[in-house]
């Protein structure tokens, strides 16, 4: 059956090593030895294209590879890897290295091909020049969950990166160079300890998550991130949003949770797509009618307030499914 195989799974076995003839099937795409006892492993000369090979959750300290194994992802998560493998893989895509045990200052070259690399759940201090450099084909890339305070200067968004999660570290600022980029469209920024948002350049930003930093202000800059629909900005200091966000016309979430607003600010009435709209732990005190406008919610939350009077204009607002007014002031 060797010559027809085309997806060999070995998961949650006691396997320690790996034959070379595994590697020779000719129709083999797919290669799976998750949760297995694997310390190391060579991957040979391969001539035909396995696309996925799957090593994750095995006690792995070493891999190698001749200059022609073709895999295109490769999953390493929760291994024992204490750098990323220094591996010439041409075709690989896709990296999965999260939860190993990478730490310190993390200076490695990309391989050329790959667009997606995951090295979050780490204990990565600082990159390199030479790190971020080398991002230039990526799409998608990973660094949440690890100890980074601060990211080169020179760290600037390639044309082709559209994603980024930064989330759970302890950075204070971003680079003027990154906040540049016009191609970027998820940027995930929550739990650091940023302060102020530098002003930023996102054109084709559609999901942006600020929450659970020192944010008291927003930069004016929203007027040319048209395509914004989700905005979480939870856990901040913000007292109000500012006016150039009357120009995100498609945005369907807002997440204002924990902050500071007395009021909610008049550029909301204007998100006439939005479905969820959560203000919930600020010291609002008055729902505006002009919030009737809004006519697409589904989601209105304004528990943890200090709002008196129940809004009447909700009996219009028929595509409601979530109300909740819990812990205001309300006596009627």
């Known amino acids: 059956i060797a010559s027809t195989l085309r997806t060999f799974t070995l998961d949650g076995n006691l396997l320690t090593s790996i034959p070379n003839w595994v590697f020779q099937m000719p129709e083999l795409n797919e290669l799976s030895l998750y949760g297995n006892e694997i310390k190391s492993i060579e991957f040979p000369r391969n001539s035909h294209l396995i696309k996925i090979i799957n090593l994750s959750f095995n006690p792995l300290t070493k891999i190698t590879s001749d200059t022609n194994f073709n895999v295109q992802l490769l999953n390493l998560t929760q291994t024992q ?5 220094d591996l010439f893989l041409p075709q690989l895509k896709t990296l999965y290295l999260s939860k190993c045990c990478i730490e310190g200052h993390l200076d490695y070259t990309i391989c050329p091909d790959l667009s997606s690399l995951d090295i979050s759940s780490n204990k990565i201090q600082s990159l390199s020049d030479n790190f971020v450099n080398s991002c230039k084909f990526l799409t998608n890339l990973n660094l949440s969950n690890n100890l980074l305070e601060s990211l080169p200067e020179c760290f600037s968004c390639p044309p082709s990166l559209t994603k980024v999660s930064f989330s759970n570290n302890k950075l204070t600022t971003l ?6 980029s016009l191609s970027l469209e998820n940027l995930n920024i929550s739990y650091n300890r940023i302060e102020k948002l530098p002003p930023f350049k996102f054109r084709q930003l559609r999901y942006l ?12 800059c929203f007027d040319i991130s048209f395509f914004l629909t989700s905005l979480n900005a939870s856990f901040n200091k913000l007292t109000d949003l500012p006016h150039s966000m009357i120009s995100c016309r498609q945005i369907l979430e807002l997440n204002c949770t924990s902050n500071l607003f007395n009021h909610i600010p008049s550029v909301v009435f204007s998100f006439v797509t939005l479905k969820s709209l959560i203000f919930s732990g600020n010291t609002i005190t008055t729902v505006p009618d002009s919030l009737s406008a809004l006519l697409n919610l589904t989601t209105f939350d304004l528990s943890n307030n200090n709002v008196t009077k129940f809004p009447e204009f909700i009996q219009k607002m028929l595509e409601l499914r979530f109300i909740s007014f819990s812990h205001n002031r309300i006596s009627s």
């Not at 890897?81 to 493998?85: G, K, M």
């Not at 680079?175 to 540049?180: G, L």
């Not at 998550?209 to 004016?220: A, G, V, Y």
């Open 175 to 180: 680079p003027t160079a990154f906040m540049n």
């Open 209 to 220: 998550n600020i929450s659970n930093n020192q944010i008291s202000e927003l930069p004016d």
């Open 81 to 85: 890897l204490t750098s990323i493998p």
